[in-house]
């Protein structure tokens, strides 16, 4: 039996069939400027998962893995219709279940019925096939993936199921899937380069900062060693390189001798905190000093920053500066906070510094020699009408008053014999010693002449004219008592007695003053009494008696005229001779004297008539008062002669 044709159906289904390709064929023109629109790759992988049922209708889920070459594993990117918490654990080596199969062959492929999905199952390792069991409800029937190629090299594979009909895919729908696939590697590809580009650009970015940040550096470096620089150049000192260094960092500075003791330092203006500009030994408490107003977020210390300046092997000293430390207030550990050009501003200043104490180190021992030249000359050689110009210019001034101070160091001889000193020590000793003695002295009396003679420092102190003689004396005093103290804290290991000449006006009288201080601190200083400063000007006509080389004829005439006076208070336990002492002191003025002493006047004529009667002498009589003035000055000079 011959069936009918009907050519009206067949054109029908035809015309059904050709527009269902088109309008499948016109979602895919829109797939292609859909995934064109953006090059976010989050955003293309997830269009590419949602345009997919659209194109392909039998499709019921759908993931998209992309390859990592780091794990040569196959992970999930995103998915639709499938178990998304356990679909991203899921991870496949390549050959491993159907897309594994896909990607290593790099062809699409479609896999339908029990027998073929079975077989690319088994392929699954048994924590994968685990997996698997949980990731839709049921299992496909019917699997169609298609790799993500790209110049002939897979980076992915997209596999779309169905869970109902064993053929739901066709040739036609894997061609689909496949120019989905390749349009998708083509939009991920593009992100990744955009991507990857705007990294560039960014890492070009945060590189042309870098050079920007190291050309500002180079540019602030060479300032800072310009500007330092120049102040050696320009003869500046060690003050204004110290407080230039302040100024820099905005940081406290100090800069220590190879003592620890300050050389200069420096704050910087405007500065917080006032426990640091209020303590003159700030850097001794770094740790413990905090500024006054601190923040709530954090709190703020200084700590202590030292780095040390030599040359060669050959210690100059210490720069230290207060870096700010802070903490959160939970209490963690301090950290200092500094920048790179910090640390090299103090490297710069430390080599800057060096080389300005090298160079003063080198014009001291200049200075020193010609300073000793000229000192010898002064105590060796006759008058020489050049020799106050030839002086003058080591800072000699004739219209000074000078003063001869000499700084011996007591038994010096024992301490090199008894602590080994070798010839470097000795001399590294003297050094130290006459640096301390040159800042404290030419700082307030730069007209002054100073240089080590044998074992003790020889100061030829100018006061200038234009300052009253009261006054003159009484600066020469204190500063002689700084002095003394300053070298007993710098040398603790070292006794010092300071004789102190009477001023003269003529550098022809240098000599007599030395020999006179000398003899002075010889008698009176030394062994016997160490560590003592004796003024010459206070000795009177006792210092013609000490040039007397018989010590037992001065002790026998204290004795005789004073003697008598000491027994007895010692026997009564009065003040005879301090009432005597004063006397003299007022110049036997009976009122200022009972005044001074807070004694009735009866009082004071009754204990000068027992200091007649007990020496044997008026007080009234030249001859008398005169050996009684003799007597209290020697005793002043040794008061242990006389025995009780």
């Avoid at 000192?375 to 800072?395: C, K, M, Q």
Wanted: hydrophobic share 40%; glycine share 4%.
């Amino acid at each position: 039996m011959i069936e009918s044709f009907d050519p009206t159906g067949e054109l029908e289904n035809y015309l059904q069939s050709y527009r269902l390709e088109k309008e499948r064929l016109e979602q895919m023109t829109e797939v292609t400027r859909l995934l064109t629109s953006s090059l976010d790759t989050t955003t293309v992988v997830q269009t590419i998962l949602t345009i997919i049922p659209r194109v392909i209708p039998a499709a019921e889920a759908c993931v998209l893995f992309t390859y990592d070459p780091v794990q040569e594993k196959l992970i999930s990117q995103a998915s639709v219709g499938f178990n998304h918490e356990v679909i991203r654990k899921l991870q496949l080596t390549p050959g491993e279940s159907m897309s594994g199969i896909a990607f290593a062959r790099n062809q699409a492929m479609l896999f339908a019925g029990d027998e073929l999905i079975e077989q690319g199952l088994h392929s699954m390792s048994p924590d994968n096939r685990q997996l698997q069991k949980n990731l839709t409800p049921v299992q496909a029937i019917s699997i169609m993936c298609a790799p993500l190629s790209y110049k002939g090299r897979a980076s992915g594979v997209i596999t779309v199921n169905n869970f109902h009909r064993a053929n739901a895919f066709n040739e036609f729908d894997l061609k689909l899937l496949q120019s989905l696939a390749s349009q998708a590697c083509i939009a991920i590809e593009n992100s990744r380069l955009h991507h990857g580009q705007l990294e560039a650009n960014r890492t070009l970015a945060e590189l042309n900062q870098i050079v920007i940040q190291q050309h500002r550096k180079l540019e602030r470096a060479f300032h800072i060693h310009r500007t330092l620089s120049d102040l050696v150049l320009e003869n500046r000192g060690l003050e204004s390189i110290v407080q230039t260094l302040a100024r820099l960092l905005q940081q406290p500075v100090i800069l220590l001798d190879p003592l620890q003791k300050p050389l200069a330092q420096a704050l910087p203006e405007n500065f917080p905190c006032k426990q640091i500009s209020q303590n003159k030994e700030w850097w001794q408490h770094l740790e413990t000093t905090q500024p006054e107003d601190q923040s709530d977020q954090a709190q703020l210390c200084f700590c202590r920053k030292q780095v040390t300046i030599k040359a060669g092997n050959t210690l100059l000293g210490s720069l230290v500066t207060a870096q700010v430390k802070s903490s959160d207030p939970s209490g963690s550990s301090l950290k200092a906070e500094s920048s790179d050009l910090d640390e090299l501003a103090i490297e710069q200043a430390a080599t800057v510094i060096a080389l300005e104490l090298t160079k003063e180190q080198a014009i001291f021992e200049v200075e020193r020699r010609l300073r000793g030249e000229l000192l010898e000359e002064i105590l060796n050689s006759p008058p020489d009408d050049t020799l106050a110009s030839r002086a003058a210019l080591l800072g000699y001034d004739s219209s000074c008053l000078y003063t001869v101070i000499l700084a011996d160091i007591d038994g010096f001889h024992n301490i090199i014999e008894n602590e080994h000193l070798s010839e470097g020590q000795i001399s590294g000793l003297k050094q130290r010693i006459l640096n301390l003695i040159n800042r404290m002295v030419l700082r307030a009396y730069p007209q002054s002449i100073i240089s080590f003679r044998s074992d003790m420092v020889v100061i030829m102190l100018g006061v200038p004219g234009t300052i009253p003689p009261a006054e003159g004396k009484e600066q020469v005093r204190k500063l002689v008592a700084e002095l003394h103290s300053s070298l007993h804290e710098y040398f603790p290991q070292v006794s010092f007695s300071i004789g102190i000449s009477q001023p003269g006006a003529n550098i022809n009288q240098f000599k007599a003053r030395y020999q006179e201080v000398q003899l002075a601190l010889q008698m009176m200083g030394g062994a016997t009494t160490p560590g003592k400063i004796v003024d010459c000007s206070q000795l009177g006509s006792a210092l013609l008696l000490l040039k007397i080389q018989d010590n037992d004829t001065l002790f026998r005439f204290v004795e005789e005229v004073l003697g008598q006076i000491i027994r007895y208070d010692h026997k009564h336990r009065s003040n005879l001779l301090e009432t005597l002492q004063t006397y003299s002191k007022y110049n036997r003025d009976l009122h200022q004297t009972a005044k001074n002493m807070h004694i009735h006047f009866n009082t004071l004529s009754y204990r000068l008539d027992r200091v007649e009667k007990l020496t044997g002498r008026k007080l009234n009589q030249t001859d008398d008062w005169l050996d009684i003035q003799l007597a209290l000055r020697l005793y002043q000079a040794y008061p242990g002669i006389v025995t009780v």
